[in-house]
């Protein structure tokens, strides 16, 4: 395979996956007082914005297009 069109099966694959697998991300909220703290940890998984997707797919799709060339 040409390098341009693996990088676009790769991103274009990204840009599926990105659909369905949500990034998890972990926050620390805490108040600290001489020899005392006291926090919350926080855990959130949120998917990738839909936009930022259908951009992955189609930058995917025309670095496919592009690296294929002739045969």
Not at 17 to 43: C, K, Q, R
């Amino acid at each position: 395979m040409k390098p341009l069109f693996t990088v676009g099966l790769i991103v274009l694959i990204l840009g599926i996956i990105s659909f369905f697998v949500p990034v998890p991300h972990s926050e620390h909220h805490g108040v600290s007082a001489g020899d005392v703290h006291m926090g919350v940890t926080t855990h959130h998984e949120d998917r990738v914005p839909p936009v930022i997707s259908i951009v992955l797919l189609v930058v995917g799709a025309g670095l496919m297009l592009g690296g294929r060339g002739k045969s």
